[in-house]
């Protein structure tokens, strides 16, 4: 019975994230198939092949893509996006959305982000983060200038972190690509390396000044 319950969990797990990762993928097509045809129908009619809408969908991405890099459709685009870059609440929530897919854009690979670890000096605590800026420069006065930089530091299970300001020398790069380091970070690091095929032994620390495998020793024969 121990066996088949063993079996059991070992065949879910293999199945269940590919079950989801399908699921979900399934969902999220379909939806911008629907999505695509609402704007589609009063052109096509009753006219349908699926995959129609979101071939066309896609096509009609590449080709904002290719007008929004032109730079009279961007001066066009900047007087739209006045309402929401204006308006009080709008404002918040749309630049916020705006930097983050911004960051992430392959645009911006040739800036500052890139994944560290941050130690802090004195303290054996590790930290995974993103510097986010190098630079101090357009920052409200009241910021260390003294060559601080910006890390992100993203919470594990929810969407979320922090964003402190380190000295340059706290931080030191990894090789690791942002989208690893984000996907990391959310399940909390609990995904099995790759290239680790033999796992190394944990370090057990001595006692300073003992004596490895003498009980008590060092201790001045103080209880």
């Not at 983060?129 to 190098?134: A, D, E, H, S």
């Not at 920052?139 to 992100?152: C, I, K, M, N």
């Amino acid at each position: 019975m121990t066996r088949l319950y063993k079996y059991f969990f070992r065949g879910l797990i293999t199945v269940l994230p590919l079950a989801l990762t399908i699921y979900l993928l399934y969902i999220f097509l379909a939806w911008t198939e629907a999505v695509a045809l609402t704007f589609l129908r009063p052109f096509i009619g009753g006219f349908y092949v699926p995959g129609m809408g979101l071939a066309l969908g896609i096509l009609g991405i590449l080709a904002i893509g290719y007008l929004v890099s032109k730079e009279r459709v961007q001066r066009v685009l900047a007087l739209l996006e006045m309402p929401f870059t204006n308006l009080p609440v709008v404002k918040s929530i749309y630049s916020s959305l705006k930097s983050f897919a911004d960051y992430f854009s392959p645009s911006s690979k040739n800036t500052a982000q890139q994944v560290v670890i941050l130690r802090m000096p004195g303290q054996q605590l590790e930290l995974v983060g993103l510097v986010t800026r190098r630079s101090m420069e357009g920052l409200p006065e009241g910021f260390s200038q003294d060559g601080r930089v910006a890390v992100y530091l993203p919470m594990g299970y929810m969407i979320g972190g922090y964003t402190v300001f380190v000295p340059q020398e706290w931080v030191q790069p990894i090789q690791m690509s942002v989208e690893e380091a984000m996907r990391s970070s959310l399940i909390a690091w609990m995904a099995r390396a790759e290239n680790n095929n033999r796992p190394a032994a944990p370090a057990v620390p001595e006692p300073p000044g003992d004596a490895p495998g003498a009980p008590g020793a060092g201790s001045g024969g103080q209880a």
